[in-house]
């Protein structure tokens, strides 16, 4: 019987196996997913998270992080209005693995919508490649 381990973090319980059969073992890998957890919850990085909206908060902050450093690109600033006006309120409730070409081109309509008229070549594209990065 594989020992399995349960804790909570912040405001969430997580449930991990330890894949060991020896309580001893089990109890050293339970303590060190647990270190683990709460340093990820302490300085602000989702433990597992396969939402779009914490993925895209994570590249903003260290887009965010570089530009205050002055070594981004001049794009970052795009990349970052983007990302927290369009990409996160459309996407960020879905997982990240079920985004498929469905959802893209719910996003083109929704995003025609909201600008009330056809976008320049160069703003899709600022779109577009701001989305494959994330």
Known sequence: MKWQARFKVGN???RITTKSND???AKDV?????????FKHRHGI???SKRFADI???C???MLRVLEAGEGRKIY???VAVTQNYLI????KFNIANISYKQVHAYEQWRREKFGRELKASTVNTHNSRLKSC
């Open 56 to 58: 895209a908060k994570l």
């Open 46 to 48: 989702p433990a597992v």
């Open 89 to 92: 309120p459309f996407f960020g």
């Open 12 to 14: 969430y319980w997580k």
């Open 60 to 62: 903003v902050a260290d």
């Open 77 to 79: 600033v795009d990349y």
């Open 23 to 25: 309580l001893e073992n």
């Open 30 to 38: 339970a303590l060190e997913h647990y270190m683990e957890c709460m």
